[in-house]
């Protein structure tokens, strides 16, 4: 498996942990969206400063080629379905032990 198939593979699993094991549903909420905003250019930001200087180098085979800010797409996608287990946990757990 390459990163481009884990990368897509975390995406559709965090969008399940969030609609259908947690049941947030953070995905479909305006704070999700705009803490993602918040969050996406320090994520471009690092990236681009980790792959710029070959700190994290990536196999052109691994991966399909298109980057932003110096870094593979697919890491949008990694980045995208940590933030949303994360927080969708996050809520999860606060309304479990709240109660």
Not at 21 to 50: D, E, G, M
Not at 78 to 98: C, D, E, I, Q, T
Request: charged residues 15%.
């Amino acid at each position: 498996m390459n990163y481009t198939q884990v990368a897509f593979l975390a995406f559709a699993l965090a969008i399940i942990f969030d609609t259908k094991v947690t049941k947030i549903a953070l995905i479909f909420r305006k704070a999700f969206w705009t803490s993602y905003s918040i969050i996406l250019p320090f994520q471009l930001l690092t990236n681009w400063w980790l792959t710029s200087r070959d700190i994290v180098m990536y196999k052109s085979e691994s991966i399909i080629g298109l980057r932003i800010a110096a870094a593979p797409v697919e890491d949008l996608f990694f980045g995208f379905s940590l933030l949303l287990s994360v927080l969708s946990l996050w809520v999860f757990l606060g309304k479990r032990y709240r109660a």
